[in-house]
């Protein structure tokens, strides 16, 4: 592959469109500093999604995977003055960094990190009966991405956008037998989110400074 000239357009992209950050560079220091691994989306990535959730207007976003919140402030910035986004994160540690990235970046009142398994957290949100998601970004475990996937068309109005991070997985993702349980993850996710009636849905192939993946996205029917 040709990652060196991924990662120099990557960061010639970064330059023009997203530029000197010092709130997405700080989140992003922290996160090393406690140890997260260096998996959150690319400044370019980061971006796109901001960019989709505020042509969609969303109002409110789920986001599945906080980890050090680096593309939950992304996705806050499309927020309007009274949009909230609610994220969902597992470990303990990763909550905590992200809380603090997310109030250092100004929007400890607009971001709430809920802590413990996210199957768990989705069937409490859902029995708090809020109002549903208009933009949800699923990016935890791969093996679970089908019920994310499955709560989220719950949990979302109908004309609601759903991105789904990590779809390609260097490619490996054509490789039917594959025993890599995130590959067989994502299978599962992408044949569910070509069949599933509810949904219309694509993905594409991405290529950057963070190698060779991918994104789904879908609107709910
Ligand atoms: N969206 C982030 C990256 C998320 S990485 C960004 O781009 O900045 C995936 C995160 O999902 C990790 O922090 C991991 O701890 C979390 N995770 C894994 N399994 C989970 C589960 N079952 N429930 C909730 N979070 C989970
Ligand atoms: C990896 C990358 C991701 O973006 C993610 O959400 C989880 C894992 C990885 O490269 O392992
Ligand atoms: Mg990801």
Redesign the pocket.
Known sequence: MNQERFTAVDQYLDELFVGQDEALERALQRSAEAG??A???SPT??KFLSLLARMCRARRIL??????????IWLARALPQDGQLV?????PR?AAVARANIADAGFAGQVTVHE????D?LSRLEAQHGEPFDFV?I???KD?YTQYLEWSIRLARSGATIVA?NVIRDGAVVNAGSRDAMVQGVRRFNATLAADPRVSGTALQLVGSKGYDGMAIAVVL
């Open positions: 997260l691994p998996i959150s989306v990535q980061g986001e599945i995977g906080t980890l050090g919140g680096y593309s939950a994220s969902l994160e597992y470990e990763h413990g398994r996210a199957l957290l970004f990016d935890a475990d679970s991070d």
